[in-house]
Structures are given as structure tokens and as C-alpha cells.
């Protein structure tokens, strides 16, 4: 017999006795690690919900179109393509998406396609010899101009960085932390038992075979926790209950020191976020927009121009965010109460903010100095607003001492 086929036959023997074994113990539970992916990632709530925050900013901004003077194109065909992207995504959904993967994958690819534009997935860049970007999509080249590479810049020029690859580390310990804990209390606490025989295990003797096999079923059978087993055990059997492998307070330390670390991939400080929410909500938002948001509308501003006007136009794709959005009503009302007392300025602004109609007049619209009710930002408006030249005379008079 050949060395090939002795070993044949040994793994045949240890395969069947392998089997006999997993017939008995049937529900083995194994702890293995978590691996992050596009699939999954959103399954971790402190980065969906640190997502959400950024990319809910985002999603609210207004995007105007604005020529090199920074007035408002109101008219401009770019306006209904990005009102209008395509016809599977609306334009919050398409500015939510783009931010999502940005953050995540570190580089998000828009296309333009005549009319549409899309969001590129599986994209293979390389610099030529002349510097110049080619992009790639299941071996077909995109023609630069429909297609803009937008980087969450690191040390590379050619490669955006996120918090895939980032704080993949971390977030790998963290899932699995949460699913080691989850998976516990959802199997019911996750508990096990020893069974101690006198004798030794025999795979032929059938009756011993029998009585393992329904003691863990009758131990399997314990669902729920009201249930009660009785398990008559002969001379040489006996069952001891074994400590969980899972220590709930260690993971919890490590999720609590880790979890927040994920918020600093992402720009933010989970601890001062999280203390600003609680005492004043306009300034977490501020915080949340000036950390992360800022930037992002700055680089989706200059991609987005270029791929829509090129490199010589004299217009510009803007991201405006009313950051009053972010806070409650009662906050509102304090800002609109605040302005009146202390200098009545565009009731219009005021109303808009409190949900009321706008009465759109000249005068709702001025900003004016409570006591005499002269525009703000005009030349000699304090002394056009005054009727009399006594009036001008004496403040006038009043300024040259």
C-alpha cells in the first residue's frame, strides 16, 4: 500500500470519527472577527448615525449656480440636472449618497452624461506620463471631461482616504465587540454546560452514544428562562455549568474608549459633540458644520464646477446651508425676538425663519436702526431718513464737535 493511500484511509477514519462527534455536539458557537465592507458598515449605529449627521447637513444645503461676481444665476440649465440627476435618484438622495461614500470610501466619481449624472462605482485611475488622469470602468475608458475623481485628501495625489481604510482597525474590533455581545443575548446568554462521564467516550457503544445524545437534546430544548428541566443522570454522569467566555463589562469599557474614536476619521470629536448636543444644539451644528461639513461643500463646489463648466468658465456650483435648519423652534424664536428688540431688521428674514408668510415689500426687506428707521448699508441713510434740515443740521453739528 502507497503512502498516498495509508494517508487516504487515516483522514477517512478521523473524517468519520469527526462526524460521529458533531452528531452529538450538534450546536457549536464560534466567535470570529467582523470584516468591514460596504455591505456592513452601515450596521456599526455610531457611524450611521455620525453619517447621518454630515450627510443630512449636505442633503439640506441649497445649490445655486453663481457667476465670478458671486450673483445668483437663477436661470441656468445646470440647475435642472442637479434638481433632477437622473431618473432612479432624486437630488437629496444623489448629495446624500455622494457624501456617504466620500466619507467612507475616502473618493466618490460623478459622471456626466449629456443630461444625467451618476455616481461611478468601481472606478481605475492612473496618471500617464504627461500627468493627466485616465479613468476606467471595467476596462472601457470615460473621456476626462464627463467624469471628476472628488478626494478626501491624505498624503496621496492620487488616492482619497476614508474611514474604510482609515479606522478599518477600529471598526473591525468594534463590529465584532457588538456582535460577540449581541449574538450572546440574543441566543439567550449563551448558556453551557460540561458533561462529565467516569467513562471514557466510546464511539461503538451505542447505548452510551444514546444517552449523550438526549441529554443535550433535553439541555437544547431549554428556551426560555421560566423553563425547568429535569435530567436524571446515572452512576458516573454528571453536569456542571460553565462561566460564558464573554466578559460584558470588558467589552463594554473597550466599545466605550473605541466606538468615539471612529467620530475623529470622520473629523469630529464624538465627547464634544456629544456635550454640545446636550446644552446647546446651534452650537453642536455649528461645530458639526465647520469641522466636517465646510470642507466637503468646498470640494464638491470645485469638482462639480469643473464638471459642469470646465476649467475657464466664469461660473461656479455654490452649496448654501441655513444653519438655523439645525435648531428648535423655541431657538428660532429667541433669534427673531432678539433681532426686534435690538435693531428691527427684515422682518422677511424673521418670518421666513418662524414659518410665516413673507409679506415681500421693499420695506420688509431693508434692514433698518430702530430709532430713526434708516437702511443700514446706504450712503448718508441716517440723514436721508430724517425729514427737516434742523434734524440733519444738529446731528451733523453734533459730529464736527
Known amino acids: 500500500m502507497g503512502l498516498r493511500d495509508r494517508f487516504s484511509k487515516f483522514l477517512f477514519k478521523q473524517v468519520e470519527k469527526r462526524g460521529w462527534f458533531e452528531d452529538i455536539y450538534s450546536n457549536t458557537i464560534r466567535y470570529g472577527g467582523r470584516y468591514i465592507g460596504d455591505d456592513n458598515i452601515l450596521e456599526s449605529s455610531d457611524v450611521y448615525e455620525l453619517l447621518q449627521d454630515i450627510s443630512n447637513q449636505m442633503m439640506l444645503a441649497e445649490i445655486n449656480?453663481?457667476?465670478?461676481?458671486?450673483?445668483?444665476?437663477?436661470?441656468?440649465?445646470?440647475?435642472?440636472?442637479?434638481?433632477?440627476?437622473?431618473?432612479?435618484?432624486?437630488?437629496?438622495?444623489?448629495?446624500?449618497l455622494m457624501t456617504?461614500?466620500?466619507?467612507?470610501?475616502?473618493?466618490?466619481?460623478?459622471?456626466?452624461?449629456?443630461?444625467?449624472l451618476h455616481i461611478a462605482a468601481n472606478v481605475y485611475t492612473e496618471l500617464d506620463e504627461r500627468l493627466v488622469e485616465h479613468f476606467k470602468i471595467g476596462g472601457t475608458e470615460i473621456p476626462s471631461f464627463m467624469i471628476r475623481h472628488i478626494k478626501n485628501i491624505?498624503?496621496?495625489?492620487?488616492?482619497?482616504?476614508?474611514?474604510?481604510?482609515?479606522?478599518?482597525?477600529t471598526l473591525e474590533g468594534v463590529m465584532s465587540a457588538e456582535k460577540v455581545l449581541t449574538d450572546k443575548y440574543k441566543k439567550g446568554g449563551l448558556l453551557a454546560f460540561l458533561l462529565k462521564l467516569d467513562a471514557h467516550i466510546n464511539p461503538q457503544n451505542a447505548a452510551q452514544s444514546k444517552l449523550i445524545k438526549a441529554i443535550l437534546d433535553q439541555l437544547e430544548g431549554i428556551d426560555e428562562s421560566r423553563t425547568v428541566k429535569l435530567i436524571p443522570l446515572g452512576k458516573g454522569y454528571s453536569i456542571d455549568s460553565l462561566k460564558s467566555p464573554i466578559e460584558d463589562e470588558k467589552i463594554l469599557s473597550f466599545l466605550n474608549v473605541y466606538k468615539k474614536d471612529l467620530g475623529k476619521f470622520l473629523g469630529i470629536n464624538v465627547d464634544t459633540y456629544q456635550a454640545l448636543m446636550k446644552s446647546d444644539i446651534e452650537?453642536?451644528?455649528?461645530?458639526?458644520?465647520?469641522?466636517?461639513?465646510?470642507?466637503?461643500?468646498?470640494?464638491?463646489?470645485?469638482?462639480?464646477?469643473?464638471?459642469?463648466?470646465g476649467q475657464n468658465a466664469d461660473k461656479r456650483i455654490k452649496f448654501k446651508i441655513n444653519i438655523l435648519d439645525f435648531v428648535t423652534y423655541s431657538t428660532k424664536t429667541n433669534i427673531g425676538y432678539n433681532i426686534v428688540r435690538t435693531g428691527i431688521t427684515s422682518p422677511d428674514n424673521v418670518a421666513d425663519m418662524l414659518g410665516f408668510p413673507k409679506q415681500n415689500t421693499p420695506e420688509t426687506q431693508s434692514v433698518y436702526i430702530s430709532n430713526d428707521l434708516s437702511k443700514i448699508g446706504e450712503k448718508n441713510a441716517t440723514d436721508d431718513s430724517l425729514k427737516g434740515g434742523d434734524v440733519n443740521d444738529k446731528e451733523k453739528g453734533t459730529e464736527d464737535n
Do not use: C, W
Request: aromatic share 8%; proline share 3%; no cysteine.
Open 65 to 96: 449656480v453663481e457667476d465670478k461676481e458671486g450673483n445668483e444665476l437663477k436661470n441656468d440649465s445646470v440647475l435642472n440636472i442637479l434638481k433632477r440627476p437622473n431618473q432612479y435618484l432624486t437630488s437629496s438622495e444623489f448629495i446624500k
Open 100 to 116: 456617504n461614500t466620500y466619507l467612507l470610501q475616502g473618493e466618490v466619481f460623478p459622471v456626466l452624461d449629456a443630461n444625467q
Open 154 to 169: 491624505g498624503t496621496d495625489h492620487l488616492n482619497g482616504v476614508g474611514l474604510l481604510l482609515l479606522g478599518k482597525n
Open 283 to 309: 452650537k453642536a451644528m455649528m461645530y458639526l458644520h465647520n469641522k466636517a461639513v465646510r470642507p466637503i461643500m468646498k470640494n464638491f463646489e470645485d469638482h462639480l464646477s469643473l464638471l459642469f463648466f
